[in-house]
Structures are given as structure tokens and as C-alpha cells.
């Protein structure tokens, strides 16, 4: 994805398939019909959108193109983009979602921002107004280009026919490339409807846009060194691993200098969860070997991380005596919240690569004391759970998850415990398959994820674990489901409150429970019957395991609400504002005294 | 951490519609501070320079200048050593209703190198092409004799003629 070292030009249109037959050069057509020869011709087989009037013409193209491309109606333009970045996340293409101006380009304002922040590459197309009516407050125009600038790497607002192609070649490689990320590009109605000659250039050049794909080399040495060197080192890794496809080269750096990995949110999946050198997930609510490996390290070295305040607490008490080496392709997330000793900016398997070359055959460092530590710690505190026999724990809900599946299906989630939960107990045997809104934390993210993860070529159902919060900001996207016939497995984890929030009322604003308590709820498994989909329902332990391989069991889309007990917190936890070392262990399994701080 | 202190930096941008807007836009977004903005033509066609001081401390502005250059299409971002070359426009109207004020008027042009550009038997105008710190100086000098208006400009920066070997476009283009 960010494997082009020349950096400037991209001969490869590829898009991650095979060869692209060659559009149809040279001949006139509007400009609706340029638009879609230039999305084959990036590889694009699949879109996600929603119609109105102002992309018309592109609707009429696609009507007449329907054998060439495919595009999947949704139900609200958010379920759209959330899908497109779901497939990206799925398949490591760009996802692509296409909308109407005004209120359809406002509503996937949310994608675009969920996109920057977790690094997605997805191009989203809006209708605009006619050129000549821009800027006359005319019906359904917004200032598309406007209010999505923060939120895109880059946005087009494309003024003439002949640009269309051109812009969908840049669009496609800014996407793509060095951070990936979203890029917009609003197309006005008259534009759509204007005539040219189709010609899709053969590279892109932006003389002002060049990642650094190779770390420097000197600075790589002297990581390397240092990794040998320091005792107590951590590898930290987060979604960077996960876009450049680097898990074989992490595996091996982590063989070769015989060290513990901690993945981020983001990261999980790009080391085998249960290997032993792995310590499970860091942050806010990660496990107490990975938050205290940072607090205690004398070396962290951030690999596609960037320093995230989930991550790293207080930031004035973070790892204060570590030295840091940071590597990442974004030199803006170099020294922006932590000050580093070895900056390395450069595409993670590049660089590790490069730091494997550099190590070659020299023998891994023993590390015996770290290990005695690491390994300690993993065993003492463990993550765990009081388990109950009269009501579901929503822990026991993923260990039950897991067991199941262990962790080859590709699983989405919402935001919120039900996320934290299955962060820490879902086995995700690959960076692909473990799909969650890290950097915004969106709500609703969940099921149009598992949608567009759906249709990325798996053969394997599509789990989504979500709320019954979360569930109901994106519920509409069932019908979709069902219209495409989708295999997702959709899991509830319903504790009848907005469970993260509720946590934080309980423990730092006494338990007053504010606007947490949703105090209607719908009846889940009739919804399902109400969109044609299958619905299931366990309230008891006993119930539990019966319905989770009944819905796996099943084909099709399939929702099982799971009843949880209303009031059980995700531990452990760093309180915001803290230190690693002041992490909270749930006090029904560890004694409030232990682990004892610093 | 160090104190904010002042940062000319220029920025070489393609110029298309919209790219001020990023720039601006990454200020106000980053809650970084602009205290003062020029933007105008290079001998490059399609190219614009964007001058623009800011007050951040060293990690600020080191952000800053990584934030500017991620910008798709900005070409250059030069952080300008302090004491480069910079020059800002001054423009005020003096009251001057006497032959004294008329004396003194001429006495600080004379000291400042600042030039008459217009007057009526009431006011002088007057404008001063300078450093900041001595335009600041210059205002001083005049306010005692009433200044009816004021207009300043943003100051523009450049490396010492013939040290710029960073790009054509940074040459200083007096
Ligand atoms: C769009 C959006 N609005 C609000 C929030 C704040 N928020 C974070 S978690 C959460 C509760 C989620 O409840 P639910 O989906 O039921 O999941 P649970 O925590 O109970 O597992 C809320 C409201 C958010 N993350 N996203």
C-alpha cells in the first residue's frame, strides 16, 4: 500500500488486483461515464452510496454499467462510508462510497474524520451543485470542500470535465499512499453531464507529496544497536503495522532481538495474540504486563504508533526514564506529544526490514531478568473475571466468542465496553480482521464496517460486536444487510445502559448516572424478524454458548442479543489523567492493595 | 520547554483555490496562533509565498513547520532564523495643523528614511517600509503629534541575498 519508493509517480493502478483492461481511450463520452472508467481503472469492483439529485447522472452510468461495477445501496450515507472503510480495512484497497451534495455530503462528514484518525484509505465522491450555482445558497448545495477540509488528507472540488480523470488518479494515490487516509472530491451536476475525451493518465506527480517509504539509514543502525543493547525493551506497535502489511517482519524482529510486543487498539492482530512474547493490548484498558512493561521499560520502540494519550496516561508521568525510538511514515506524529531519542520516519515493514538486514545473524539477546518480569507479571495478573452462574458476564460472552471462532473471523465492533471487552479477549489472528473506530471512537461504526467487510471476498462470516447503543445509530443499515444477503453475525452485548459512560459515572462521579439508562428498549430479536434477518436472544449462562453456535450455525444476517449484567466495568483501567503504573485491576478478582504502584 | 517566542516562517504553496484556507485552517484547527499574514505571487507562475510570524515555543514550532510541509501541496516551508531580513509597511495619517508639526514631521522622516506620500493642509500621510521593531519605533516617534489613522502591513521575510541556495523562488526578489 505505501510500497512506492519512487514516490512521486505511481505506474501502478492497480488498486491491489491484477492487470486492468484498458479503458476506452480516446473516446468522447459525459462526464459521468469518466468517472466510472476511471474507477475501473483503478480496480474499483465495489462502491458504496446513496442517490440524490445532484450525482443523477453518475446513478444513470452506473444503471448502464451495473455489469462492470458494482454498487451497494445503504440506508443513511453514514452506514456508506463507515462500509467503504470497512472494506478497506478488510482488504487493504481503497473503499470507495459515493453520495449526493448537501445533506448527503454532510452525513458522512463522521466517516471522513473516523477515516483520518484510524488512517483508512477511502475515496468519497459527492454531487455538488451546478458550477454555475455554486456559492447561491441553491437547494442542497453545502460547501462540501469547506466543511470537510479538517477531515480529509486532501478534497477536489473538480471545475471542468477534462479534470475528472486526472483528479480520481490523484485522489486514488493520496489515498493510498505514505499515510493513507480519506480524500473527497465533489463533482458538480454539470460537470457529470459534460462531454470529453476519455484519457486516464499512466502516473501521478505532485512534486510537494513524497512519503518517506525508507528510514534513514544511520538512524536505523543506531536503533538497532540500541535494541540490542538495553535490557528492558518493548516493541510497541499500532495500526501502521497493520496498513503496510508487516506482520512477518514483525514476528521476525521480535524473534531475532528476542523481544515482548504490546499492540495498540489499533495494532491488534498484527502479532499472534497468544504467542508467548506477546503481552496482550496497552492503554487505557490493556493488560497489566503491557501498561507496566511501559512504565518499567528502559526502551520503548513505537513501530506504526503514535503516542496516543489512550496510550500513554498522564503524559508528564509517561515512561519519563525510557529512551524512545519512534518509526512511522507521518513525521507530524514524531515528536508531537512525546519527545523521542531515535526518529525514524519511514513505512514500518520498510524499516523493519531494514533494521532485519541490519541485525542479520547476530544472536539474540537473552533478556533473562526482563523476561522473569514480563512473564510474572503475565501470570499474576492475568486478565480475569469473578464469573456468575445467574447472570451473563460480558467477559465470559467473548471468552465464550473466542472459543468459538478463535479468532479467524473477521470481527467489527461499536464503541464502547462491549469493544474494550472484545479488544481484550478476541484472538483477531490477523491486523485485517480486527475492525474497530480506534482514533474517533465512533458509534455506529460497527455494523456498516461489518457490511463492507462482508463484501471484501471472505467466505468466513463477518462478526459485529456492538451495543445496544451503538447498535441503534446504525440500525437501518439491516435492511442493507439483508437486501445483499450478508453473512454477519451481529452480537449484542446488551446491559441495557450505555455502559462506558455509565462506568465513568460510577466511578468518578458517584454513581450518578446521567442520561446512561436508556429506559425503552426495543425487542432486538424482532427487529431482526421485522428486516427479514434472524434474531436470537440468550438471558442466562445456560442459554448462552446454545445461542452463539445456533447464530453461527445459521445463514444469512443473524443478530443475538445477549442480556449481560447492567453494572459489571472493564478492568483493568487506567482513570484518565494517570500514570501506567496506577492502572486500577478489577477489586472483585484482585484485592484493592495489589499491584502495589511504584 | 522553552517560552514562545516570535517565528517568521514562509511557506511556498501551489496557488490554487482553497490552499489558504488549509494553511489558515490548520492554525485555527491546532490551536497554533498567526499574529500576522502576507500572501502573494512568485516569479514561479501558479506558485504563491505565504509569510506568516508566529509565537510558539520549540516544540510548537517544530510542529508547526512538520504540519505546514504534510500539506499536499505545499512545496517549501523555511523557518526563518531570528534577525533574518524582514520588511513590513507602514501607512499614517499625522494631524498637522502648524508650522511646528510640519518641523517635526520632516525631522522624523529625515531620522527613519520614512516618505511623504500625501497631504492637505490638515494631515500629513506617511509610510515607512521597515523592520518590525523599527516601524514599532516609528510610531512611537509620531504619536505625539496625533495620529489619525494607521494602517500596517504583514511583514515579508528573506534569506541575506545570495545565501538562499534553497530554491529560486526563495531568492530575495527585491
Ligand atoms: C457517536 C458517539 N456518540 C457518543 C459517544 C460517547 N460514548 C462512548 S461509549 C458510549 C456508550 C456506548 O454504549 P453501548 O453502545 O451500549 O456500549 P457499552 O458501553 O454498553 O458496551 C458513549 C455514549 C461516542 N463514542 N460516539
Redesign the pocket.
Known amino acids: 500500500m505505501t510500497a512506492n519508493p519512487s514516490k512521486t509517480t505511481s505506474p501502478d493502478t492497480t488498486n491491489g488486483k491484477g492487470a486492468i483492461a484498458p479503458g476506452p481511450e480516446g473516446e468522447v463520452m459525459r462526464g459521468a461515464r469518466v468517472l466510472v472508467e476511471s474507477l475501473l481503472q483503478e480496480g474499483v469492483e465495489l462502491m458504496f452510496g446513496y442517490p440524490g439529485g445532484a450525482i443523477l447522472h453518475v446513478y444513470d452510468e452506473l444503471h448502464l454499467q451495473s455489469e462492470r461495477i458494482n454498487h451497494v445501496l445503504v440506508r443513511h450515507e453514514q452506514g456508506a462510508v463507515h462500509a467503504a472503510e470497512g472494506y478497506a480495512q478488510a482488504t487493504g484497497k481503497v473503499g470507495v462510497c459515493l453520495v449526493t451534495s448537501g445533506p448527503g455530503a454532510t452525513n458522512v462528514v463522521t466517516g471522513l474524520a473516523n477515516a483520518l484518525s484510524d488512517s483508512t484509505p477511502i475515496v468519497v465522491i459527492t454531487g455538488q451543485v451546478l458550477t454555475t450555482a455554486i456559492g447561491n445558497d441553491a437547494f442542497q448545495e453545502a460547501d462540501v470542500v469547506g466543511i470537510t477540509r479538517p477531515c480529509t488528507k486532501y478534497n477536489y472540488l473538480v471545475k471542468r470535465v477534462e479534470d475528472i480523470a486526472p483528479t480520481i488518479k490523484e485522489a486514488f494515490y493520496l489515498a493510498r499512499t505514505g499515510r493513507p487516509g480519506p480524500v473527497l472530491v465533489d463533482l458538480p451536476k454539470d460537470i457529470t453531464a459534460a462531454e470529453c475525451a476519455f484519457h486516464y493518465p499512466e502516473s501521478v506527480s505532485i512534486p510537494s507529496y513524497k512519503p518517506t517509504v525508507r528510514g534513514h539509514t544511520r538512524q536505523v543502525k543506531k536503533a538497532v544497536e540500541l535494541m540490542r543493547s538495553t535490557e528492558k525493551t518493548i516493541l510497541y506497535v499500532g495500526g501502521g503495522v497493520v496498513a503496510s502489511g508487516a506482520n512477518a517482519e514483525l514476528k521476525e524482529l521480535a524473534d531475532k532481538l528476542n523481544l515482548p510486543v504490546t499492540p495498540t487498539l489499533m495494532g491488534l492482530g498484527c502479532y499472534p495474540p497468544g504467542h508467548q512474547q506477546c503481552l496482550g493490548m496497552l492503554g487505557m484498558h490493556g493488560t497489566y504486563a503491557a501498561n507496566m512493561s511501559m512504565a518499567e521499560a528502559d526502551l520503548i520502540v513505537a513501530i506504526g504508533s503514535r503516542f496516543d494519550d489512550r496510550v500513554t496516561g498522564a503524559i508528564e508521568n509517561f515512561a519519563v526514564n525510557a529512551k524512545k525510538i519512534h518509526v512511522d511514515i507521518d513525521p507530524t506524529s514524531v515528536n508531537k506529544s512525546v519527545a523521542v531519542d531515535i526518529p525514524i520516519v519511514g513505512d514500518a515493514k520498510t524499516v523493519m526490514q531494514q533494521m532485519l538486514d541490519a541485525i542479520g545473524d547476530d544472536p539474540a539477546p537473552e533478556r533473562k531478568e526482563w523476561w522473569n518480569t514480563l512473564t510474572t507479571w503475565k501470570r499474576d495478573f492475568p486478565l480475569a473475571y469473578k464469573d456468575r452462574s445467574d447472570t451473563i458476564m460480558p467477559q465470559r460472552l467473548f471468552e465464550e466468542l473466542a472459543d468459538l471462532t478463535k479468532g479467524e473471523y473477521i470481527c467489527t465492533t461499536?464503541?464502547?465496553?462491549?469493544?474494550m471487552w472484545a479488544a481484550q479477549y478476541y484472538p483477531a489472528d490477523d491486523g485485517r480482521k480486527w475492525i474497530t473506530s480506534g482514533g474517533l471512537?465512533?458509534?455506529?461504526f460497527g455494523l456498516p464496517a461489518a457490511m463492507g467487510a462482508a463484501l471484501s471476498g471472505t467466505k468466513d462470516p463477518v462478526i459485529c460486536v456492538?451495543?445496544?447503543?451503538?447498535?441503534q445509530?446504525c440500525i437501518q443499515e439491516l435492511a442493507t444487510c439483508v437486501h445483499e444477503d450478508l453473512n454477519v453475525k451481529i452480537i449484542i452485548?446488551n446491559?441495557n445502559?450505555?455502559?462506558?459512560?455509565r462506568q465513568w459515572q460510577e466511578l468518578f462521579y458517584s454513581r450518578r448516572y446521567s442520561s446512561v439508562g436508556m429506559k425503552y428498549f426495543p425487542d432486538f430479536a424482532k427487529i431482526a424478524e421485522a428486516y427479514g434477518a434472524t434474531g436470537l436472544r440468550a438471558e442466562t449462562p445456560e442459554e448462552l454458548r446454545g445461542v452463539l453456535e445456533k447464530g453461527f450455525d445459521t445463514p444469512g444476517t443473524v443478530i443475538m442479543d445477549i442480556i449481560v449484567t447492567k453494572e459489571a466495568n472493564v478492568y483493568p483501567m487506567i482513570p484518565a489523567g494517570a500514570a501506567h503504573y496506577e492502572l486500577a485491576m478489577d477489586p472483585e478478582v484482585y484485592p484493592p492493595t495489589t499491584p502495589e504502584s511504584k | 520547554m522553552t517560552e514562545p517566542t516570535r517565528h517568521i516562517v514562509s511557506i511556498l504553496v501551489e496557488d490554487s483555490p482553497g490552499e489558504l484556507a488549509r494553511i489558515v485552517g490548520l492554525f485555527s484547527g491546532r490551536g497554533f496562533n498567526i499574529d500576522s499574514l502576507a500572501v502573494n505571487r512568485t516569479t514561479e507562475p501558479r506558485m504563491s509565498r505565504v509569510v506568516l510570524v508566529t509565537r510558539a515555543d520549540e516544540k510548537v514550532i517544530e510542529q508547526i513547520t512538520k504540519q505546514l510541509n504534510k500539506l499536499i501541496r505545499v512545496h517549501k516551508v523555511i523557518q526563518h532564523p531570528q534577525g533574518t531580513l524582514e520588511r513590513e509597511l507602514v501607512v499614517l495619517t499625522l494631524r498637522c495643523q502648524n508650522a511646528k508639526s510640519r518641523e517635526d514631521i520632516e525631522r522624523i522622516c529625515k531620522l527613519t528614511g520614512a516618505r511623504t506620500i500625501t497631504y492637505t493642509a490638515a494631515d500629513f500621510t506617511v509610510e515607512l517600509t521597515a523592520n518590525a521593531a523599527k516601524v514599532d519605533d516609528f510610531i512611537e516617534l509620531c504619536r505625539p503629534l496625533g495620529i489619525r489613522q494607521m494602517v500596517r502591513s504583514a511583514p515579508v521575510a528573506f534569506g541575506k541575498p545570495g545565501e538562499s541556495a534553497e530554491s529560486d523562488t526563495f531568492e530575495a526578489t527585491a
Open positions: 461499536d464503541v464502547g465496553q462491549h469493544q471512537g465512533t458509534m455506529g456492538t451495543g445496544d447503543g451503538s447498535f445509530m452485548m446491559n445502559f450505555l455502559g462506558m459512560v
